[in-house]
């Protein structure tokens, strides 16, 4: 007699002499889509890889009868395989539609036959502003207050916006204008023209939104750079130069008595 302990480990009790119960194969549309499509004859659905075409309506317990000699098992074509040929028609036709990729839509740019212009990008209407898009401080954004260029800074002037400044103008317009502000940048050198001076009296004297809306719209040769510059970063180049225009005119007047005092003891 078994102990408790060698039944628990055998399963379910059998009486003595019982044949062990055989574990029953597992049907083709019992195993997983992925295992059936990768390895059809091992699934039991074809015989060979010729016959891969035919497998979704083939029977294959019917297969496998004709080739043992048996007589076919009665039933509907498909047999047991049928939920599983209905269940992929189902997942194909759900999953791989391709109303989302060919639906009807225009590109920008494109031609059409349907407006008189022969476009299919429609002009905006009037006085449309983009969402986040509304500029109504117009010295902020166009440097000019009622088409006048503005003599004064839009912004609060903090050792930040300079630093963002000078890093803006290092990387942006030194190239032409060189870091100084003389106009001998590294492209000049190759040939491009030379742009004017910082401090030439008429750019020194120019009022700040001068230099904000040259960024803006362009000037000479110089394209507008409203695309690449944003306006925050537009004000703090102008405060930049400003500040280089100072320390290449600079007069011993304009210090401090007392910092006058410090630079006299350095002589």
Known sequence: MRSNSATHKAGRARPPG???RPQRKKLPHERPLDYICANPVRAGLIA?????????????????????????????????????????????????????????????????????????ARRPPAHTVARGDVRQD???YTGQTNGTYVTQLPVKLTRDLMIRGRERFDAICAECHDRTGSGN???????????????VDRIRNAPIGHF???????????????????????????AYIRALQLSHNAALSDVDSADRATLDSKK
């Open 185 to 199: 940048g590294m492209v000049v050198q190759r040939g491009f023209p030379q742009p004017p001076s910082f401090h």
């Open 48 to 120: 060979s890889s010729e016959e891969w075409p035919y497998f979704w309506l083939a029977d294959p317990q019917e297969k496998n009868a004709n080739r043992e000699g048996r007589a076919p098992r009665s039933g509907a074509p498909g047999g047991r395989a049928l939920p599983f040929v209905l269940s992929a028609m189902v997942m194909f036709s759900v999953g791989c539609r391709p109303d989302m990729t060919n639906q009807p839509k225009a590109t920008p740019l494109s031609e059409s036959d349907f407006f008189s212009n022969g476009a299919n």
């Open 212 to 238: 904000f809306d040259v960024m803006t719209n362009g000037y000479g040769v110089m394209y507008s750079y409203a695309t690449r510059v944003e306006p925050e970063d537009r004000w703090a180049i102008a």
């Open 18 to 20: 019982a044949s062990k």
């Open 138 to 140: 117009t010295a902020f």
